[in-house]
């Protein structure tokens, strides 16, 4: 089966750390550029952070820029999402999602496999 | 404020057409192909349309898209109850060099 399972997410204070972690099964993870995509409780979708399947091209949103920090190992078929100096409203459900067709970073992809998304609240 | 600006709501009764419209800029829509994503209640969201007007396998004929200029539309026809949902359209920014989305637009089958 397809699928990829976020872990890593909870309660954490402004300013602190967490990481994301992803773990993809059912296709070969390496053929396929990776991206984390935010939902903040009852809002819309917010593109985070995409990566290369290398780890050559990576991009971020301007709103994470500098804070985030994505990382892959094709070797344990993981992604990951490294979050310093986290903001309140940096709460949202963070989804991992594979790309439809592509090793490299495409503007004409699109995301075909989503994950259920991992938690995180930011609170004091 | 969304980068792509989409209806909040739209409704339908079962058997009808509804079309959903997102709208652009030059650097988003105009120059970039447009996918549009399904989320049920509860659920992480779905591809439903890529490359503007392409559907994946095992979604419905029903589901259709198009593009001209800097707007998209998302048509559905049809309608069944099991569309109620939230859809969302998202394209590649050129200037912002991101990934961008729509607000979403709740569909209910009345």
């Known amino acids: 089966e397809v699928r990829l399972v976020e872990s890593g997410g909870g309660l954490v204070q402004p300013g602190r750390s967490l990481r994301l972690s992803c773990a993809a099964s059912g296709f070969t993870f390496e053929d396929y550029a990776m991206h984390w995509v935010r939902q903040p409780p009852g809002k819309g979708l917010e593109w985070v952070s995409g990566i290369s399947w290398s780890s050559g091209s990576i991009d971020y949103a301007d709103s994470v820029r500098g804070r985030f920090t994505i990382s892959r190992d094709n070797d344990k078929n993981s992604l990951f999402l490294q979050m310093n100096s986290l903001r309140p409203e940096d709460t949202a459900l963070y989804y991992c999602?594979?790309?439809?067709?592509?090793?490299?970073?495409?503007?004409?992809?699109?995301?075909?496999?989503w994950g259920q998304g991992s938690m995180v609240t930011v609170s004091s | 404020q969304s980068v792509l600006t989409q209806p909040p709501s739209a409704s339908g009764t079962p058997g009808q057409r509804v079309t959903i419209s997102c709208s652009g800029s030059?650097?988003?829509?105009?120059?970039?192909?447009l996918n549009w994503y399904q989320q049920l209640p509860g659920t992480a969201p779905k591809l439903l349309i890529y490359?503007?007007?392409q559907r994946p396998s095992g979604v419905p004929g029903r589901f259709s898209g198009s593009k001209s200029g800097t707007s998209a539309s998302l048509a559905i026809s049809g309608l069944q109850s099991e569309d109620e949902a939230d859809y969302y359209c998202?394209?590649?920014?050129?200037?912002?060099?991101?990934?961008?989305f729509g607000g979403g637009t709740k569909l209910t089958v009345l």
């Open positions: 999602v594979k790309v439809r067709k592509s090793f490299k970073l495409l503007k004409d992809d699109a995301f075909d496999l």
């Open positions: 030059n650097s988003n829509i105009a120059g970039n192909t």
């Open positions: 490359s503007t007007n």
């Open positions: 998202a394209a590649w920014d050129d200037s912002l060099k991101g990934w961008v």
